[in-house]
T-cell receptor, first 113, second 113 residues
Framework: EAGVTQFPSHSVIEKGQTVTLRCDPI?????LYWYRRVMGKEIKFLLH????????ESGMPNNRFLAERTGGTYSTLKVQPAELEDSGVYFC???????????FGPGTRLLVL | GQSLEQPSEVTAVEGAIVQINCTYQ??????LSWYQQHDGGAPTFLSY????GLEETGRFSSFLSRSDSYGYLLLQELQMKDSASYFC??????????????FGAGTRLAVHP
């Protein structure tokens, strides 16, 4: 069984540009989460999808971030326009039902110059 | 606010036992999870405590005391491959009764020969 995959693994962009990150969860997992780790600090929750619906987006930092999960499969997280403080590692995780275990992807390392 | 405290670094030798502590202060609490992350890799689920007491999984054990808002991860018979970052994470109630994870900043474990 394939794990959670994320694309790209690394992205370097200039301030003001747009970047779109993609996450493919484990097949059949209804829950999809986005997290972010900035500058070696704690991993912080961004938002949670249940199928295609946003269940909880309380962690989204501002309206420059837009997450979608059309069709309830893969998800994208767009940052537009990117700012320097958006640099960090963006993780995606998925889980099935209300299980306690979330399975994480390897992350996308974003550097905004 | 919500916070989890864990040591930033721990060093140990092969074959030894190491304990990584985690104290938390969160608005909600459903359980404490532990994740392992090797450099550049995905956080990998290790253990979960929903109730007070000790959970054992092979060389790894985890303990929880809800009255003390405290838990620890115990790693026995350390191996070089255990060198990684270890995160404690509180399973908190997000919107609609689903989970979200609140992470500590991570403990970097270095195992030496």
């Amino acid at each position: 069984e394939a794990g959670v995959t994320q694309f790209p693994s690394h992205s370097v962009i200039e301030k003001g540009q747009t970047v779109t990150l993609r996450c493919d969860p484990i097949s059949g997992h209804d829950n999809l989460y986005w997290y972010r780790r900035v500058m070696g600090k704690e991993i912080k929750f961004l938002l949670h999808f249940v199928k295609e619906s946003k269940q909880d987006e309380s962690g989204m930092p501002n309206n420059r971030f837009l997450a979608e999960r059309t069709g309830g499969t893969y998800s994208t997280l767009k940052v537009q326009p990117a700012e320097l403080e958006d640099s960090g590692v963006y993780f995606c995780a998925s889980s099935q039902g209300r299980t306690r275990t979330q399975y994480f992807g390897p992350g996308t390392r974003l550097l905004v110059l | 606010g919500q916070s989890l405290e864990q040591p930033s670094e721990v060093t140990a030798v092969e074959g030894a036992i190491v304990q990584i502590n985690c104290t938390y202060q969160t608005s909600g609490f459903y359980g404490l999870s532990w994740y392992q992350q090797h450099d550049g890799g995905a956080p990998t689920f290790l253990s979960y405590n929903g109730l007070d007491g000790l959970e054992e999984t092979g060389r790894f054990s985890s303990f929880l005391s809800r009255s003390d808002s405290y838990g620890y991860l115990l790693l026995q018979e350390l191996q070089m491959k255990d060198s990684a970052s270890y995160f404690c994470a509180v399973r908190d109630r997000g919107s609609g009764g689903y989970n979200k994870l609140i992470f500590g900043a991570g403990t970097r474990l270095a195992v030496h020969p």
